[in-house]
């Protein structure tokens, strides 16, 4: 399995620019996950799905931050417009139900900087 | 509101040392604990695991130990390899809760670990 695949790896955008982060779970997994990672707050969970659907968003910090999951392969995170406190190391993880296991197994990240 | 602490930024230790990280939680409702390793550039990735029926979990060289009345949690990496330098994240579910709790996880700041030659 190739594991979590997210797209960019890095993203360099001016401050009022859209910006969209995509991710490719694990095949089977029934959760995503879509974290934020700074120096002063760590990993941050933003929002998380089960088949599909999102279940908690509470972490999303602003209107400004959308998320979706058309199909149980694909979910992207957007933000617009941008601005500069965005820039952080985004991570998308995903699951198998947690009657089973417990791990979330994470891709390897976006870097957005946001100028 | 951090419901997971982990209270020191970084540890350094020498090679073949006990290298000791430490987590604390203030929600009694957390019932699964976990931590990760992260290295620069990758995702982190799943280490060693407890529930909250058990005291201690061993798997090689890490034990995690576990103190509800404390609310605290500590991962013990013996001996310490220059392989072990990472940042350790320490994560929390309270999986019994059930609702939106249910499969989420919440993490610590992380603590960087730097294992000396």
């Known amino acids: 399995d190739a594991g979590v695949i997210q797209s960019p790896r890095h993203e360099v955008t001016e401050m009022g620019q859209e910006v969209t982060l995509r991710c490719k779970p694990i095949?089977?997994?029934?959760?995503l996950f879509w974290y934020r990672q700074t120096m002063m707050r760590g990993l941050e969970l933003l929002i998380y799905?089960?088949?599909?659907?999102?279940?908690?968003d509470s972490g999303m910090p602003e209107d400004r931050f959308s998320a979706k999951m058309p199909n149980a392969s694909f979910s992207t995170l957007k933000i617009q417009p941008s601005e500069p406190r965005d820039s952080a190391v985004y991570f998308c993880?995903?699951?198998?139900?947690?009657?089973?296991?417990?791990?979330?197994?994470f891709g390897p990240g976006t870097r957005l900087t946001v100028t | 509101d951090q419901q997971v602490k982990q209270n020191s930024p970084s540890l350094s230790v020498q090679e073949g040392r006990i290298s000791i990280l430490n987590c604390d939680y203030t929600?009694?409702?957390?019932?699964?604990f976990l931590w990760y390793k992260k290295y620069p550039a990758e995702g982190p990735t799943f280490l060693i695991s407890?529930?909250?029926?058990?005291d201690k979990n061993e798997d090689g060289r890490f034990t995690v130990f576990l103190n509800k009345s404390a609310k605290h949690l500590s991962l013990h990496i013996v001996p310490s390899q220059p392989g072990d330098s990472a940042v350790y994240f320490c994560?929390?579910?309270?999986?019994?809760?059930?609702?939106?709790?249910?499969?989420?996880?919440?993490f610590g700041q992380g603590t960087i670990l730097t294992v000396h030659p």
């Open positions: 993880a995903s699951s198998r139900d947690p009657s089973s296991s417990y791990e979330q197994y």
């Open positions: 095949s089977g997994h029934d959760y």
């Open positions: 799905f089960n088949n599909n659907v999102p279940i908690d």
């Open positions: 929600n009694s409702m957390f019932d699964y």
């Open positions: 407890i529930s909250s029926i058990k």
């Open positions: 994560a929390a579910s309270s999986y019994s809760a059930g609702g939106t709790s249910y499969g989420k996880l919440t």
